[in-house]
Structures are given as C-alpha cells and as structure tokens.
C-alpha cells in the first residue's frame, strides 16, 4: 500500500498525539511529535538560563544540541543528546513558557527543517500547530483537531492527576487558552486550519471514534 504523509493539527489537549499515536501503530508509520522538539528546546533554556525572548541564544541552542526520539512498546521517549527527558518537557514550568519559545522565526526555521527531514522519510504521523500549513503542505491527508475548551482541560486535567502533575482546573483552563491564544497569534506559522485540512470537533467524542473518523478520511487516499 502507498505509503503518504498524514498531517494532524490543532489546539492544546485536543487529542493530536493520542491519536497520531494510534494511527502510527497501525500503519507502521514513524510517528513525530513536534510539540515535543519545542518543549525540549523550552527545558533547555529554562536549564541554561536564557532569556525566552532571545531569538538569537535559542537558536544557537537548536544547533548546539540533539533533540531525537526513541520508539518503545509502550511510549514514544524523548532525549536531548543522550540524556531521557520525556516526562520532564510535560512540567508546567516547561509547559508555561513553550509557546514563547516557540514563535521566534529562527527557532522555528530550525525546527521545521529537522522535521521536514523526517517526514521526507515517508509514512509518517506528524503532530503539531503548523503541520499541514509549513512542514508537510504536500501531506496527503490534512486533519484539524478541535473540542471545546472546558473538555480539553477536563482531558488534561485527568491526565496531570494520573501523573502525578498537581493542578488546579480553573488555572489549567486558562492557561490552555492563554497557550491557544499565543500559538494562533504569532506572526510565523500561526496555529491555523490549513484550507484543505479536514475539521473533526471531537467534543464528545473518545479516543477510538476520534481514531475512526481520521480512518475514514485516510482511506480515500491509500
Ligand atoms: O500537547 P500540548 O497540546 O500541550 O502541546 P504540544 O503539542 O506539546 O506543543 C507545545 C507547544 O509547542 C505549543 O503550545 C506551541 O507553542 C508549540 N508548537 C508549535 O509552535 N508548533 C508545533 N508544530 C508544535 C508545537
Ligand atoms: O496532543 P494534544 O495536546 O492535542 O492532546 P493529547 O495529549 O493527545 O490528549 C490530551 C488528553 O486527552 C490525553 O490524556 C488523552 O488521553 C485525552 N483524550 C481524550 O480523553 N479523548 C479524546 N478524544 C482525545 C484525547
């Protein structure tokens, strides 16, 4: 079967990685979280004491350091060079400061062309803000992820409590869409449907009829 590039965006909590997750399981497909490369970023900048708003010091960051991935059975692991720090880049310290990070042009110029590299690879998930409208523009299938605000905290909500992550609910939701309004405000690759994404509100919806609804929509194209 033809092996195409499946483009999965939208706002915080949405579900993206769960189901870019599922997806690439199933299709043996290299999945790429690349929220994920941004928080690393974030988590090293906060660790090297530098300013979010020195556009110039994280992009030497992006060049002086690693940011790979490494799939297991269970869990996609992030390392930065050789040091594991997937469960650290979901802190709220990290969390709170990524959108910042991330809207620098240079910091992104960097990203999206380590990310363009693995989604050349083909067969690939990919996850994000700017996915199908910067990275993959060519992807064959476009999806735009959306649901209410108060699910999408009640989501992250659940999640922080079964980590362990102490949170307040009130303070999560408005810090989600604190993140939601930085991400689509930017002036370099804003947090946008892209015109040929297709819009699933999963308000309401679980995990696995989330998953159905982007089959349905993969397999118009394989
Ligand atoms: O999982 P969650 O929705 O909390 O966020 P994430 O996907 O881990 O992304 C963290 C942050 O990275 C976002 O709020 C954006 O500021 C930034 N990001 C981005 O600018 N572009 C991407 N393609 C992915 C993430
Ligand atoms: O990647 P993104 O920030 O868009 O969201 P996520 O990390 O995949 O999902 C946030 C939380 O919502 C996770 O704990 C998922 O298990 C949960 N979720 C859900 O309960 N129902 C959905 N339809 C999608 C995600």
Redesign the pocket.
């Known amino acids: 079967m033809k092996k195409i590039s499946i483009a999965i965006d939208g706002p ?2 949405s579900g ?2 769960t189901v870019a997750k599922i997806l690439a399981k199933k299709l043996n497909y290299i999945y790429c979280d ?3 490369m ?2 690393a970023l974030t988590y090293l900048a906060i660790k090297k004491n530098i300013d979010f708003e020195d556009e110039k010091a994280l992009s030497k960051l992006c060049l002086e350091h690693t940011i790979s991935f490494k799939q297991t059975e269970k869990e996609q692991l992030v390392f930065i060079d050789q040091i594991e720090v997937t469960e650290a880049i979901r802190q709220p310290d990290v ?1 709170n400061a ?2 910042i990070v ?1 809207k620098h042009g240079a910091v992104r110029e960097k990203m999206v062309e380590l990310q363009q590299a693995i989604g050349r690879t083909g067969g690939v998930v990919m996850d ?4 199908g409208t910067a990275v993959l523009p060519d992807a064959e299938v476009k999806i735009f992820l959306v649901a209410s605000v108060t699910e999408r905290a009640e989501r992250r909500f659940k999640e922080n409590q079964e980590k362990g992550i102490k949170t307040d609910f009130e303070t999560l939701k408005k810090e989600i869409e604190h ?1 939601d309004f930085l ?1 689509s405000t930017r002036e370099v690759s804003p947090l946008k449907q892209a015109v040929d994404a297709v819009k699933i509100d999963t308000t309401g919806m679980n995990i696995e009829e989330v998953v159905t609804a982007i089959e349905a929509v993969i397999s118009t194209e394989v």
Do not use: E, F, H, L
């Open positions: 915080a909590s993206k990685s690349t929220g994920a941004y928080r969390t990524v959108s991330a994000g803000r700017d996915i993140r991400d």
